[in-house]
């Protein structure tokens, strides 16, 4: 008898297992691939951004999910106590821009390398090539899990499979219907993390072309000021991914997605307006188009007074009042339409999944099967880039198993 099985190796369940073990419990680690942790030593381009400098509080706000939800994981185990956890085992951590932290190293094996060490120290047996079938569950309760149609018995599983993004790391999907099984609703998922393909035509011829502070706004909601990057199929980048897999849950319904881009969001409305105004005295008889220039890339400014119908050869001196306003518009909320997404084989994250509203925020347990619990992407909390997904997945697997 097994006091916990946790399901999958990745940071949630290589977490969960050691700080199960390291209350006493007798763990046994289930992994489908041949290897753990393979997302873990890809994330962040293999250099992990792990965590970030945002208390519980200010952190739990940024995800999609409501923050009561996040909240008891994330004070339970914070940034500042998973940086010194790797710490204390070996790993310090570093910051370039006092907001991503990764490990001093550069190396995410080296989290890997601490988390496989402390499951060595602690007992955790893991299972390698061990793909969980099913979910045991009598009379609302879990008993254990089958592997090549064997069963192992246990009253605690730990789900920590992971999302669909990247199926070569071992996201395939599967562990959500296991939870499906076991009687959870499944919330559809769709690529987050993502680059978006746009409707508009413009959209694709010019990629590579880098917007460096925008904005993208859908409906209410606006995303994070940094890199727009042109795809050859739409838009990418920083500025982009963190809305994405909300756009995607919204294309599930609708064929196309109203999205409003600000081209240069450290400038507002009126800091354009004075700048036209402060052009047509200082440098009225230079081409718009020039100015426009020393702003964005100069293959972007042409498709910019395209868009605004301003011939190429406008004077500054002489932007009548209609082009002036088409072209702010277009400046602080320029229209692009989503139409779809690059897909799995490029997306970071999951949206949907586990829906929150099953689970217990207290102890990460389901509320529909005693004995159940879910840590990491499984579960639809809807985390931005910038290592909140992998902070989410320690701290949701703390909390779930560390009792
Ligand atoms: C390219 C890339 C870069 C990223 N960079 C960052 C970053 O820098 N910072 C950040 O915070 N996040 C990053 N992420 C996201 C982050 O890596 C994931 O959110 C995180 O790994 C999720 O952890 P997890 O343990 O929940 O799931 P996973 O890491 O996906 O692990 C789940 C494990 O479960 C196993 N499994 C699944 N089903 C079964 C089953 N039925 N039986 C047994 N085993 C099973 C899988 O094989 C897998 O090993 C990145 C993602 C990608 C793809």
Known sequence: MTDLIVVGGGPAGLMGAVAAAERGKRVLLLEYLPAAGRKLLASGAGKCNFTNILEPEEMAQRFVVND??????LRNFSSAAAREWFFRRGVPSFTEDGFHFFPESRKAADLLNVLLDECRRLHVEIRLR?????????????????????????????????????????????????????????????????????????????????????????????????????????????????????????????????????????????????????????????QLSTLLAAEFPAQFVQLLLELSHIPA??????????????????????????????????????????SPEEVKANSLESKLVKGLYFAGEMLDVGAPCGGYNIQWAFSSARLAAGR
Not at 68 to 73: D, G, I, N, S, T
Not at 324 to 353: E, F, I, R
Request: glycine share 12%; aromatic share 6%.
């Open 68 to 73: 009561r939800f996040l909240l008891p994981a």
């Open 130 to 286: 061990s793909e969980v079938q099913e979910i045991i569950v009598k009379n609302g309760a879990v008993c254990g899990v089958t592997v090549d149609g064997k069963a192992i018995y246990s009253d605690a599983v730990l789900l920590a499979c992971g999302g669909r993004s990247y199926p070569k790391f071992g996201a395939t999907g599967k562990g959500y219907l296991l939870a499906e099984k076991a009687g959870h609703k499944l919330l559809p998922t769709v690529p987050a993390l993502v680059g978006l393909k746009l409707k508009e035509s413009w959209g694709s011829s010019m990629p590579g072309i880098i917007l460096p502070s925008a904005q993208m706004r859908y409906g209410k909601r606006s995303g994070r000021v940094g890199e727009l990057i042109f795809t050859h199929s739409g838009i990418s980048g920083p500025a982009v991914l963190d809305l994405s897999g909300e756009v995607n849950k919204a294309l599930l319904n609708t064929p196309e997605v109203q999205l409003h881009l600000a081209l240069n969001a450290e400038y507002s409305k009126q800091d354009w307006q004075e700048l036209f105004q402060k052009w047509r005295k200082e440098n009225g008889k230079k």
């Open 313 to 354: 050869d406008r004077k500054a001196a002489l932007l009548p009042a209609q082009e002036q306003n088409t072209l702010l518009n277009n400046l602080t909320a320029l229209p692009v339409t989503a139409n779809g997404n690059d897909g799995w084989l490029k997306a970071m994250a999951t949206a949907g999944g586990i």
